[in-house]
């Protein structure tokens, strides 16, 4: 699979950006797919994970009510509406996909094995 982020770029706080991850090749197969971001200096932290029929979502505590992930399977895409954006919100966005089950939802990046390139989102205060 591979999985390609667009989308990002700058926005003043209080702004909105929606990031949109395309996959291809063995496209969506029942996988959670998820958003990570990484800030510099920082660890790569989750944000936010859809399973596969979009059924169920998690959020990081940061972003909820805030960020809102979906998907289309017809489409092969996962999307990730972003509101109210924060200074603090400023990284690089990445999405990812776990081949594990599709149903089961983890925050840890490593449980992911295929990831896309990242986008870059910047708020600005």
């Known amino acids: 699979v591979q999985l390609q982020a667009s989308g990002g770029g700058l926005v003043q706080a209080g702004g909105s950006l929606r990031l949109s991850c395309a996959a291809s090749?063995?496209?969506?197969?029942?996988?959670?797919m998820g958003w990570f971001r990484q800030a510099p200096g920082k660890e790569r932290e989750f944000v936010a994970a859809?399973?596969?029929?979009?059924?169920?979502?998690t959020y990081a505590d940061s972003v909820k009510g805030r960020f809102t992930i979906f998907r289309d399977n017809a489409k092969n895409m996962v999307l990730l509406q972003m509101n109210s954006l924060k200074p603090e919100d400023t990284a690089v966005y990445y999405c990812?996909?776990?081949?594990?089950?599709?149903?089961?939802?983890?925050?840890?990046?490593?449980?992911?094995?295929?990831w896309g390139q990242g986008t870059l989102v910047t708020v600005s205060s």
């Open positions: 990812a996909a776990d081949p594990d089950t599709g149903v089961s939802i983890t925050t840890t990046p490593s449980r992911y094995d295929y």
């Open positions: 090749g063995r496209t969506f197969m029942p996988y959670v």
């Open positions: 859809i399973t596969f029929s979009g059924g169920r979502t």
